[in-house]
């Protein structure tokens, strides 16, 4: 069974930082290295929208309207790639979904809920 588990989602003030996990499960993952990892979010009444991406190489690349407050990074040995989010402001409250593509093969997590409010 293949599943991309996403946690760490809650309710932040403005300013403050939350720490997204998506950890990988299931044989399709035996090797989760080769796979290139993402983050997208999705707000209400607009679309999906990448924010950041982490590749089987460790190239990442970010949205503009999150870099130098966001950073993705991943732990192979554990199969988790990780979404850290600082100066969290009102605008990136989202549901937050963990991907991960290799070749012809896109698997998506359930997503966590990420509220910025005061």
């Known amino acids: 069974q293949v599943q991309l588990v996403e946690s760490g989602g809650g309710l932040v003030q403005p300013g403050g930082s939350l720490r997204l996990s998506c950890a990988a499960s299931?044989?399709?993952?035996?090797?989760?290295?080769?796979?290139?990892m993402g983050w997208y979010r999705q707000a209400p009444g607009k679309q999906r929208e990448l924010v950041a991406t982490i590749r089987s190489v460790r190239i990442t690349n970010y949205v503009d309207s999150v870099k130098g407050r966001f950073t993705i990074s991943r732990d192979n040995a554990k199969k988790t790639v990780y979404l850290q989010m600082n100066s969290l402001k009102p605008e990136d409250t989202a549901i937050y979904y963990c991907?991960?593509?290799?070749?012809?093969?896109?698997?998506w997590g359930q997503g966590t809920q990420v509220t910025v409010s005061s």
């Open positions: 299931g044989s399709v993952f035996s090797i989760f290295s080769v796979y290139d």
């Open positions: 991907n991960a593509v290799r070749g012809a093969n896109n698997y």
